[in-house]
């Protein structure tokens, strides 16, 4: 079992950035893929980006690429999720979850999910 944690969420204005965190317990990330997700209330969960912990490949949405980075730290055991140039679309509330060894796209193909944490771009 892996037990995620999620922080980092806040208002911010447009333009502005935030970094979120993604801290795991009860074992490590090792083979996992970790994955960011954001819901908008009324939309369906919708992938963000997503980083293998082995070999560290990423993978974003178009709606983010150059905008925001996934990074991880190996010794802290937590995936961060740096966000840049923030609109007032990329609000919601931001999940992190962990899957199999290979990026994923569908929240269905992950495993373990954490509470989330709001994110919300003033315009």
């Known amino acids: 079992q892996v037990q995620l944690v999620e922080s980092g969420g806040g208002l911010v204005q447009a333009g502005g950035s935030l970094r979120l965190s993604c801290a795991a317990s009860?074992?490590?990330?090792?083979?996992?893929?970790v994955g960011w997700f954001r819901q908008a209330p009324g939309k369906e969960r919708e992938f963000v980006a997503a980083i293998r912990w082995s070999g560290g490949s990423t993978y974003y949405a178009d709606s983010v690429k150059g905008r925001f980075t996934i990074s991880k730290d190996v010794a802290k055991n937590t995936v961060y999720l740096q966000m840049n140039s923030l609109k007032p679309e990329d609000t919601g509330v931001y999940y992190c979850?962990?899957?199999?060894?290979?990026?994923?796209?569908?929240?269905?193909?992950?495993?373990?999910w954490g509470q989330g944490t709001q994110v919300t771009v003033s315009s």
């Open positions: 009860g074992r490590t990330f090792s083979s996992y893929t």
């Open positions: 979850a962990a899957g199999g060894s290979l990026i994923f796209t569908s929240p269905a193909r992950y495993d373990y």
